[in-house]
Nanobody, 126 residues
Framework: QVRLVESGGGLVQAGGSLRLSCAAS????????MGWFRQAPGKEREFVAT????????YYADSVKGRFTISRDNAKNTMYLQMNSLSPEDTAVYYC???????????????????WGQGTQVTVSS
């Protein structure tokens, strides 16, 4: 079992930055591919970024590429999402997720994630 807890959300002005954290406990965090997803009001949850278990491979949604950076610190059992140049379109609840099996590849497909956090709200004002 893996427990994921997001933090770092809040209210920020357009053009600002936030860093989200996802703290993991339970199974070996360092062996699991992880991802960030978000859900805006009235919309379906969508992929944001994913990172391999080692941190060497990352993928991003086109909408955040060049503005967001996903990273992880396996010694701290924590994953991060650095968000820069935020716009009102980034307003959403952000979720972190972990794949179930060890050493699997990072993926943008929501259905391939087994563990989910409760989410953290990010609101970007114009």
């Amino acid at each position: 079992q893996v427990r994921l807890v997001e933090s770092g959300g809040g209210l920020v002005q357009a053009g600002g930055s936030l860093r989200l954290s996802c703290a993991a406990s339970g199974r070996t965090f360092s062996s699991l591919a992880m991802g960030w997803f978000r859900q805006a009001p009235g919309k379906e949850r969508e992929f944001v970024a994913t990172i391999s278990w080692s941190g060497s491979t990352t993928y991003y949604a086109d909408s955040v590429k060049g503005r967001f950076t996903i990273s992880r610190d396996n010694a701290k059992n924590t994953m991060y999402l650095q968000m820069n140049s935020l716009s009102p379109e980034d307003t959403a609840v952000y979720y972190c997720a972990a794949r179930r099996d060890y050493y699997t590849h990072p993926t943008q497909w929501e259905d391939e994630y087994y563990y989910w956090g409760q989410g953290t709200q990010v609101t970007v004002s114009s």
